[in-house]
Structure formats: C-alpha cells, structure tokens
T-cell receptor, first 110, second 116 residues
Framework: DVKVTQSSRYLVKRTGEKVFLECVQD?????MFWYRQDPGLGLRLIYFSYDVKMKEKGDIPEGYSVSREKKERFSLILESASTNQTSMYLCASTADTEAFFGQGTRLTVV | AQTVTQSQPEMSVQEAETVTLSCTYDTSENNYYLFWYKQPPSRQMILVIR??????QNATENRFSVNFQKAAKSFSLKISDSQLGDTAMYFC?????????????FGAGTTVTVRA
C-alpha cells in the first residue's frame, strides 16, 4: 500500500524557533511537494523537488527552505518560525500524474 | 504562471440529489492534466477523478463525472446521487508535464455539505 508519512500530526512551536517538518515516501517517487493549506486559500505550493538534491521554489517560498538528501525524504524547514506560518502543511509525492498525500501537520506558532 | 479558480466557497445539497462544482484554469501549456481531489474531515486527500487535456471524452468515475471544456478552460465536477459520505472539501487541481517539472497547483476549494 502506497504511503506518504509526515512526522507529526500536530506541532506547537515558539516564535523564532527553527522548525523541521519531515516527509517520507516509500514508493520511490522522484517528485515531492510541500504545500500549506489555509481557509479560503486552498493549497499553496511552497517548494517542490524532482530529484535528490534538486529543489524548485513554488508560489510562496519566503520564510521556508527545503532539503532532499535522499530520494524518500523531503524536509521543510522554517528557519525562524513566525506566527503567520501557523497553518496546515501537506506533503505529497507523485508517480507520473497521480499524487499521494501525507496526513498533514497542523503547525501552531505561538 | 498557471492558476486555478474555484468560485464557489460552499455548496449544500440534499441527499440523493446532484451538485455541480465549477473550476476554471489558466495556462499557456498544451500538455496537462486536471484533477478533482476530495478532503474529508480526516484531512486525507483522495483523488476523485482525473482528465487528460488531450482527451476530448469527459472522465467518469461511478457517481462522479466532469464536464471538460478545453477552449473555455473550464473543468466542472458533477456529483450524482449525493451521499452523506460525500461531505468534504473538494479541490480542483492542475498539473503541467515539463521535462523536469510536474508542478501541481490547486484551487481554493469548495466545501460540500450533503444534508440528510
């Protein structure tokens, strides 16, 4: 069974902290994505990666960075968390045209 | 840049009736795919239906069907015989197929509530 796993379902962090959100897929997919989901705005693409060590900016990359050292793992990094980064974060990987999603991480920055 | 627009934030439908969700998109690409995803309260995104842009025939999956109008860049979803389990947020999505680039973009979503 296809699986995309995000390391945490809920996370609370303090302003200014460095935050790591981890995503692991077991399907050998080349493409991986990070989105944030906010009410009324849908899913907005932060970063994506089409290969190990490759990354591309999405529509809202400011305040975020990513790391892909291994094919199965794609990490989203908030260098200095701010309250406006409180959101739901979704990771996805794709095989051709089918996307598989993790269960989401609801991050609250206080 | 590609954009996906869903103009209906919320829709309500009586059980067993039909509801249609609208979606428009903007792209200069010729090779792309369109999708509808469902997100129930569990938050897990589920693929409902997929349409390839080069196929004129509208995709169907059981009670779900699309009306794909390529010239108008419109891609609506029809849910027939609505069931309580269809209550969810529905996202229209768009993927272009570049050499390295499988960028997947989403609309703002439509919340569908099925009433008993």
């Amino acid at each position: 069974d296809v699986k995309v796993t995000q390391s945490s379902r809920y996370l609370v962090k303090r302003t200014g902290e460095k935050v790591f959100l981890e995503c692991v897929q077991d399907m050998d997919h080349e493409n991986m994505f990070w989105y944030r989901q906010d009410p009324g705005l849908g899913l907005r693409l932060i970063y994506f990666s089409y290969d190990v060590k490759m990354k591309e900016k999405g529509d809202i990359p400011e305040g975020y960075s990513v790391s892909r050292e291994k094919k199965e793992r794609f990490s989203l990094i908030l260098e200095s968390a701010s309250t406006n980064q409180t959101s739901m974060y979704l990771c996805a990987s794709t095989a051709d045209t089918e996307a598989f999603f993790g269960q989401g991480t609801r991050l609250t920055v206080v | 840049a590609q954009t996906v627009t869903q103009s209906q934030p919320e829709m309500s439908v009586q059980e067993a009736e039909t509801v249609t969700l609208s979606c428009t998109y903007d792209t200069s690409e010729n090779n792309y795919y369109l999708f509808w995803y469902k997100q129930p309260p569990s938050r897990q995104m589920i693929l409902v239906i997929r349409q390839e842009a080069y196929k004129q025939q509208n995709a169907t999956e059981n009670r779900f069907s699309v009306n794909f109008q390529k010239a108008a860049k419109s891609f609506s979803l029809k849910i027939s015989d609505s069931q309580l389990g269809d209550t969810a947020m529905y996202f229209c999505a768009f993927m272009t197929l570049g050499s390295n680039d499988y960028k997947l973009s989403f609309g703002a979503g439509t919340t569908v509530t099925v009433r008993a």
